[in-house]
């Protein structure tokens, strides 16, 4: 399944028709997920039977050698269905709402490790056009479907993977624009957005539980039975823009959410 073929699905008349079509994809898109995992265990193990090191098969990956151990496993070595209950891997703190010092830091991840003493990372997955979920379609008010623009980045702490963040924005406002290039956007996205004439008015943030897809699942190295908490920030400018809506997909049991609250008002 690739970009042109869910524009494609977009565009079928009949609603029931495309959740039907799309059911299939996801469960093809499932099926290629799982079948690419058993071939690169094969890959793994060839690698291991010429001589090579769990060492020098994670350098040329890019992963941990732990990660690689993960990897020759596959699902039959996992832990049952069922919440998580081993320690976790790494432990990070995610404010809920952001503080806006934080928010208008070069990054609000780095900001916020840099805080807890954690060594931070991030590196970009994705940057360009991709048909929008009804979630952010609402709070980008478009029509589910319409193409909007991507940056998608994985953050890790300690060299551990936490969060997939992906900001979305609509391709009719900022297409052409540096927030459509690739690569990270210097000095910030929030200076960008700033130099693009828009002022912050208001933001939005809700939280959802539930299973990872299986991108989601691989991406941040989840074992069976880990869940993911999904937190959708909608922001809008002072004239009511829907400007920025960032989608972060936390890995549940590397953290922990801090909530906020007005100063002097706390309680018990």
């Not at 090579?52 to 040329?60: F, K």
């Not at 929030?190 to 990872?212: C, D, I, K, M, V």
């Amino acid at each position: 399944m690739d970009m042109k073929a869910l524009r494609e699905v977009a565009q079928v008349g009949d609603p029931v028709e495309r959740a039907r079509i799309l059911s299939r994809l996801m469960t093809e898109e499932q099926g290629l997920v799982t079948e690419a995992a058993k071939m690169r265990r094969q890959a793994i193990a060839e690698a291991r039977e010429s001589g090579m090191s769990l060492e020098d098969i994670a350098g040329r990956l890019g992963v941990s050698p732990g990660r690689i151990s993960q990897m020759r496993k596959g699902p039959a070595a996992r832990a049952p269905e069922g919440p998580a209950s081993s320690a976790p891997r790494v432990l990070v703190l995610r404010a809920l709402p952001s503080e806006p010092a934080v928010r208008g830091s070069q990054s609000l991840f780095l900001a916020e490790a840099e805080r807890q003493g954690l060594k931070a990372g991030r590196r970009m997955l994705y940057v360009g056009p991709e048909p929008s979920s009804e979630h952010v379609a609402a709070c980008l008010r478009v029509e589910p479907g319409t193409d909007i623009i991507a940056r998608r980045k994985m953050m890790t702490a300690n060299d551990v993977p936490v969060r997939i963040a992906t900001s979305y924005f609509r391709a009719d406002l900022f297409g052409g624009t540096r927030i459509a290039e690739p690569e990270f956007v210097q000095p910030s996205l929030q200076s960008a957005l700033t130099a693009l004439g828009y002022a912050f008015g208001h933001a939005e943030e809700n939280l959802t539980a539930r299973p990872p897809t299986p991108f989601e699942r691989e991406t941040l190295e989840l074992e069976s039975g880990e869940w993911i908490v999904q937190v959708l920030r909608a922001s809008y400018s002072t004239e009511d823009t829907p400007v920025h809506v960032l989608e972060t997909i936390c890995a549940a049991s590397r953290h922990v959410f801090p909530i906020g609250q007005v100063s002097g008002h706390d309680e018990f």
